[in-house]
């Protein structure tokens, strides 16, 4: 805030700051700020020029608050979620993309392909991971997965006029789609990985599908089924990457070890340092186990 922001709008905000920070919101400062760009129709980075503020906003922002206070994510009450350069529609029944993908979106993006590659988003969600790749490869076939009809029903909307495609696939059943057999230059995966039992935050617990979070009781059986697609649809230096819980890195990397046919297998951290995901390189003139 400034000096030239009205007032009233920081006192509105510092109050809403301090119920959302004795709520247990892990970020108070920041949502308190971005419900109320979104409260006046504006962007955060704007706040500062808004000036006064009327009582219809003040009533407005109030009612964002009591939702946040209530733990419904920030996500949700404002309809969308940003990775990297798109924002996609989220709302109950699929999962919210969050900043630990970021990481893996990085390395993703920085990979040299060849011309008009084949990229792979399983457990697609929202589509925002591969809606993202196809930003940065506007060439590129981009196929993203995924086996819930409510998760796709969002990412029906958020690809449309895009050149994504969607697919409706179970990922653990190791036998789809064998047209991809050896044909993919680049695999992404946001899988479900959190082990059974896990305790976790009002927002996540509460609001993300179950379906779209647990990955068994050690967390790897959506992992340990996507190391054995990998090894059969990535083309020989092919490269994959799969995001983890912060406990199973270990797991995953031997997940793809374990598989006989990938190299440089790179246990990575996320944005902010936590073992988050793992990439792969599908070597040269080796047959999948």
Not at 268 to 281: C, I, K, M, W, Y
């Amino acid at each position: 805030m400034t000096p030239e922001t009205s007032a009233r709008l920081r006192r509105r905000i510092d109050g809403a700051a301090a119920e959302l920070a004795t709520a247990g919101v892990g970020s108070p400062r920041a949502d308190a700020e971005e419900l109320a760009a979104y409260a006046a129709g504006t962007s955060r980075g704007r706040l500062a020029v808004l000036g006064e503020v009327d009582d219809d906003f003040c009533d407005r922002y109030a009612a964002l608050i009591a939702a946040r206070v209530d733990r419904i994510p920030l996500q949700h009450i404002v309809g969308s979620a940003v990775l990297g350069p798109v924002t996609v529609s989220v709302g109950p029944g699929v999962f919210i993309p969050r900043p630990e993908t970021e990481g893996l979106l990085e390395w993703a993006s920085a990979q040299h392909l060849p011309p008009r590659p084949l990229l792979v988003d399983l457990c697609t969600g929202t589509g925002a991971l591969a809606l993202a790749l196809s930003k940065f490869w506007p060439d590129a076939r981009v196929i993203a997965v995924d086996d819930s009809d409510e998760a796709l029903d969002y990412a029906y909307r958020n690809v449309e006029g895009s050149h994504v495609e969607l697919v409706r696939a179970d990922v653990t059943d190791n036998g789809q789609l064998p047209e991809l057999d050896g044909q993919v230059d680049l695999l992404v995966a946001n899988p479900p990985y959190i082990p059974d039992g896990a305790t976790l935050e009002p927002e996540v617990a509460q609001h993300d599908p179950p379906h779209a979070l647990f990955g068994g009781p050690d967390g790897m059986m959506v992992i340990n089924a996507i190391a054995e697609l990998a090894g059969r649809w990535l083309k020989p230096g092919g490269r994959c990457a799969v995001e983890h819980d912060d406990t199973t890195s270990a797991a995953t990397v031997e997940a793809f070890t374990a598989i006989g046919c990938f190299v440089d297998v790179t246990a990575n951290r996320d944005l902010a340092g936590r073992p988050r995901f793992v990439t792969a390189t599908r070597e040269r003139g080796v047959e999948a186990e």
